[in-house]
């Protein structure tokens, strides 16, 4: 149903019916207000009336999902004007100083004239009888006006070119060699004295045009950006085309090309902006890889799997052989850019070699250890295996940049020592690129490779890698994705142990993966999960069909241990061929038994760490395993903000307790909206960074992500509530695009996904949501907050309408990068609040910032040592260090002397890396950590660690029990907080403990 041109009539049908007119000379019904809603120059007394003003000027209840809470509180509309004035600006060129440019300005709108009808709709003579006999008649209107350009204020009267009641005004400025010019319209009529009266008051369809008759031309304006930093120069260089000449006042604006310049400047109420897709093809270098009569097929997952060691690594160096091809003709282009941007493009080009230097090592490595090889292949045979499960016999075929990533991780995650462990490397696509499997794949080599490296007591079992995620609903569907490769893997495990001849031996552990996300999702012990209530959310089926061949799965659970098998007999089921159960572990108890191979957790729940000391062996801690080898952290961007600032802190512990001989583990994450990525991966996890693909020389091509323009992109339309209220606006929008179509949709209720959906109703959700339209249940309409903008994958997502600009650009690119995903070309309608400051800026700039989308991402603020960081949580990061570490600590806090000093050491560990991290804190955290320790020592009472019951002998108590009972414990006033009795946050998230507060009535009477 949907096709380019479908996506075309819905943005005439919506500049139809918002703002007009369907015909030249119409004559309707309707009061020409209530007809149209935007477009519209009011009398310049018109008030917003109280009744448009319901909500604030907001279409949102505030009292929804914190996240997704407006910055800023909308301004009250009551009272204020609605827009009796529209224009916009520019800059101009002039050739010469001796002469004055001249601009030719074309104005065109409409008047609508009451008439009135007899019964039968006939005009007739007179006022109308009533609102049933009214009419109104289009009187369209029009002037052009030439203008010399002089510096100052300039108005012209429209009457005298045919307008009556509008006025035009322009501001000529010089700046340096240029002139910038400002031009609006402004209405000089005032409100009727009568509604119907009124109506004829207000002008339509306003358009405003310019272009140059002579001495000058269209320049783009000046840009105030600075470059002070890395990502500015970079976005300075690989954006130097996109130019803004021109922006809205009240509307937004656009400039018209005709080849390279400008021709004409016009105003806009409805702009709109095609977004391209991003193709994970890859450049042209890349083409002969997809060459499907080449026996060599490198980008084959099932090839590389299969062929001889000489074949395998000649068909990899082909890849990387593709994007030096590519690096090389980028090079040549540099000497042919402007002088200023040729430094910085050299640096560019740096970046990619070293790229391309990373890569031939990986392919080095799978040369030359024989282990590193089989583990590659072993991991494609996976990847290839759980494709062709879920593509119903699909073969898996990389990406260029997919294979590219594996090949640059490959020799620091084999190398425990090699140095770029230390280094993140940052997968860099925009959104909705299969960066998952690409990681993957590199889970499934480092499992692989650990049981093949097997030594003596280590069997290469225990957490291999853990995956972490900042929210539930990404959470529960990449669980789902992880689960078939590791299910894959676990396949090739059991047939390897039965003898199939060519597998080597992977040992006798199961290979599984574990959930670990926190009680409101999955149960914390068997127990627990055997108690609960029917229909309580807290869940440990959080896998429902079998991955392999779609079968119901069964969960069983005793108090001794839960089975998950899949349903099927085994001459259905490849993977049930091989023993029903499947190695999958979401109780948290379980999950501390059985070490899953790859663990997929929340941030959050690494918090657990300082409460249980079950959890150490997630790290290898006490166990005869390696700890983890990799670590990955998915969508790094929504590590912002104070959840930033505490998984910072938390992480100086994760990585002390994945250490072992020195060695940290490998961590390698995503993001494509994000700023200054170097200053928070160092803060983050004390790393460098390397981002993959480096940028070119261009936005638009990296060598593995290149600006498809063949494909239909993404048309992004703006909308704005100038002189009406958000409420209106939406309804208005909402009803036009409903009934768009030559047969309207019959919908059902809209469904919701917003942070009141509980966890199991949300993987519900996203099933009805992968249904076609038309099959029973499927979903026409879905609310959303901004929890869609993270990591959602329907293809069918078509339509998105955005109430209001997002607080950061970065969630305005995930958020509407959800649609249009599939073969549907996606729209996105965003509504701007022309009374919010933010978002009219946004409206009237529209044009040039969607150009460059990823250019303006907002820099997050890092800073996990702040000092109110170190107050909340720093204790929790000692504490739960000297219980993992030093010796005789985990179950009883004394701190006695020799116990003392390994406490000590470990303070030390976290100065010194505030030191590399956050020079300026050192100090400060040494003081504070030397206090705490010796608070600790001071406490010999002490029994536990944590007892919010026993407070007399426990050393922490839960932050919000701290803040609960402050006032009226007496063991927690300053007293009890000098014999140190640590208030401790029990999540990364809720940052700042409640305070539950009575309102008393007795005051009042008190007082009167
Ligand atoms: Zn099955």
């Known amino acids: 149903m949907t096709n380019p041109l479908f996506r075309d009539q819905i943005l005439a049908r919506l500049a139809e019916d918002l703002v007009g007119p369907l015909d030249r000379y119409e004559i309707i019904s309707d009061r020409p207000t209530q007809r149209y809603s935007t477009g519209i120059l009011y009398p310049r007394d018109a008030q917003i009336e109280p009744e448009e003003d319901e909500d604030g000027g907001l279409a949102v209840n505030i009292t929804e ?15 204020a004007l609605k827009p009796a004035t529209a224009g916009l600006s520019f800059a101009l060129e002039p050739f010469g100083t001796s002469v004055h440019p001249v601009i030719r300005i074309e104005v065109a709108c409409a008047v609508y004239r009451r008439l009135a009808v007899d019964d039968a709709g006939h005009e007739v003579e007179g006022p109308p009888r009533d609102r049933a006999h009214e009419r109104w008649r289009r009187m369209p209107l029009s002037a052009v006006v030439d203008m010399e350009l002089r510096n100052g204020e300039t108005r012209v009267d429209l009457a005298e070119h045919g307008i009556e009641g509008l006025e035009l005004y322009m501001l000529v400025t010089p700046h340096v060699d240029l002139q910038t010019v400002t031009l609006a319209l402004a209405s000089q009529r005032s409100r009727g004295d009568s509604s119907a009266f009124d109506e004829e008051q207000h002008f339509f369809q306003v358009d405003l045009q310019v272009a140059i008759v002579t001495n000058g031309r269209f320049a783009p304006r000046p840009s105030r950006r600075a470059q002070t930093d890395e990502d500015s120069r970079t976005a300075a260089l690989i954006y130097r085309d996109v130019k803004e000449y021109v922006v809205g006042h009240t509307c937004s604006a656009r400039a018209i090309l005709d080849g390279e310049a400008v021709a004409k400047l016009k105003i806009e109420w409805i702009p709109a902006v095609i977004v391209p897709r991003v193709s994970d093809r890859g450049d042209a270098v890349f083409d002969s890889l997809h060459q499907p009569n080449d026996d060599r097929r490198p980008l084959e997952a099932e090839w590389l799997a299969k062929v001889s060691a000489p074949d395998l690594v000649e068909g990899l160096e082909r890849v990387v052989a593709a994007y030096q091809q590519w690096i090389t003709r980028e090079a040549m282009r540099v000497s042919s850019l402007p002088g200023e941007f040729q430094a910085q493009a050299n640096r560019h080009i740096d970046r990619c070699r070293l790229g391309a230097q990373r890569m031939l090592e990986g392919i080095t490595s799978i040369r030359t250890d024989e282990d590193v090889r089989a583990a590659f292949q072993l991991a494609q045979s996976a990847m290839a295996m759980q494709f062709r499960w879920s593509r119903k016999g699909t073969a898996l075929k990389w990406r260029p940049f997919q294979l590219a990533f594996q090949l640059l991780v490959i020799p620091s995650v084999a190398e425990r020592s090699h140095t770029d462990r230390e280094v993140m490397d940052l997968l860099w696509f925009p959104t909705g690129g299969g960066k998952t499997e690409a990681y993957l794949a590199l889970t499934a080599f480092i499992i692989m490779l650990r049981r093949l490296q097997a030594t003596g007591e280590d069997d290469g079992a225990g957490v291999a890698v853990l995956m972490r995620y900042t929210l539930r609903l990404l959470t529960v569907q990449q669980f789902q994705r992880a689960a078939a490769m590791i299910f894959a893997c676990e396949l090739l495990r059991r047939r390897a142990a039965s003898g199939d001849i060519g597998l080597a031996d992977l040992g006798t552990a199961p290979i599984g993966i574990g959930l670990w996300v926190g009680a409101a999702a999955t149960p914390l012990t068997l127990q627990e999960a055997l108690n609960r209530s029917p229909g309580d959310p807290s869940t440990p089926e959080q896998l429902t069909t079998c991955p392999c061949c779609g079968a119901k799965l069964s969960w069983k659970l005793s108090p001794r241990e839960s089975t ?42 690494f918090a657990q760490i300082v409460r249980k000391t079950d959890a150490a062996v997630i790290f290898g801690r006490g166990t005869t395993h390696a700890p983890p080898d990799l670590i990955i952290q998915d969508e790094l961007h929504l590590i912002s903000g104070p959840l930033d600032s505490m998984a910072g802190l938390y992480e100086v512990a994760i990585d002390e307790l994945c250490r072992a001989d020195s060695v940290r583990p490998k961590v390698i994450g995503s993001t494509a909206t994000i700023r200054r990525a170097e200053e928070q991966i160092r803060a983050l996890f004390d790393r460098g960074t390397y981002q993959f693909p480096a940028p070119g020389l261009n936005a638009g091509n990296s060598g593995f992500a290149v600006t498809d323009l063949d494909s239909p992109g993404r048309l992004h339309v703006g909308l704005t509530t100038a002189g009406r209220s ?64 993270v990591g959602m994958d329907i293809p069918r997502l078509g339509l998105m309408v955005v109430n209001a600009q ?19 070309p996606g729209v996105v309608v965003t509504m701007y609040n022309s009374m919010r400051a933010r978002d009219r800026s946004h409206f009237e700039t529209f044009e040039t910032w969607h150009r460059c989308l990823y250019r303006d991402v907002e820099a997050t603020s890092v800073t996990p040592f ?62 504070k950590l030397q206090r705490l320790v010796d608070q600790w020592a001071s406490r010999r009472d002490l029994q536990t660690y944590w007892d919010d019951y026993n407070r007399r002998t426990s050393l922490l108590m839960s932050a919000e029990q701290f803040a609960a009972k402050a006032d009226v414990d007496p063991d927690l006033d300053a007293e009890g907080a000098r014999r140190a009795l640590w208030p401790t946050p029990n999540s990364m998230r809720e940052v700042e403990p409640g305070a539950p507060f009575v309102l008393r009535h007795v005051l009042k009477t008190e007082g009167n």
Do not use: F
Request: aromatic letters at 2%; a negative charge; one cysteine or more.
């Open 866 to 927: 702040a000092s109110r960081a170190q107050d909340k949580a720093l204790h929790a990061v000692l504490v739960a260090l000297v219980r993992h570490l030093v010796p005789g600590m985990d179950r009883r806090p004394i701190l006695d002397d020799i116990r003392r000093a390994g406490a000590e050491r470990v303070a030390s560990t976290i100065e010194a890396r505030v030191a590399r991290i956050d020079p300026a804190e050192r100090a400060m955290v040494s003081q």
């Open 65 to 79: 999902d914190a996240a997704s809470e407006p910055e800023e509180a909308g301004v009250s509309l009551h009272a």
């Open 806 to 824: 997002p607080k950061t650009l970065s969630e305005y690119i995930q958020a509407t990068s959800r649609v249009g995903r599939g073969d549907a």
């Open 564 to 605: 998950v098998e899949c349903t099927s007999d085994s001459v259905t089921c490849e993977l049930a061929e091989t023993g029903a159960r499947l190695p999958v572990w979401t109780i948290d108890e379980e999950v501390y038994r059985h070490t899953p191979s790859l663990l997929i957790g929340t941030v959050d729940k």
């Open 726 to 789: 958000a409420t209106y606006m939406l309804q208005a929008l909402v009803a036009s695009l409903l009934q768009c179509g030559e047969q309207p949709r019959r919908t059902e209720a809209p469904a919701e996904l917003t942070s009141r959906v509980r966890s199991y109703e949300i993987r519900d959700m996203l099933e009805r949501l992968n249904k076609s339209a038309g099959v029973p249940d499927a979903v026409d309409l879905l609310v959303a907050s901004n929890m869609i903008s």
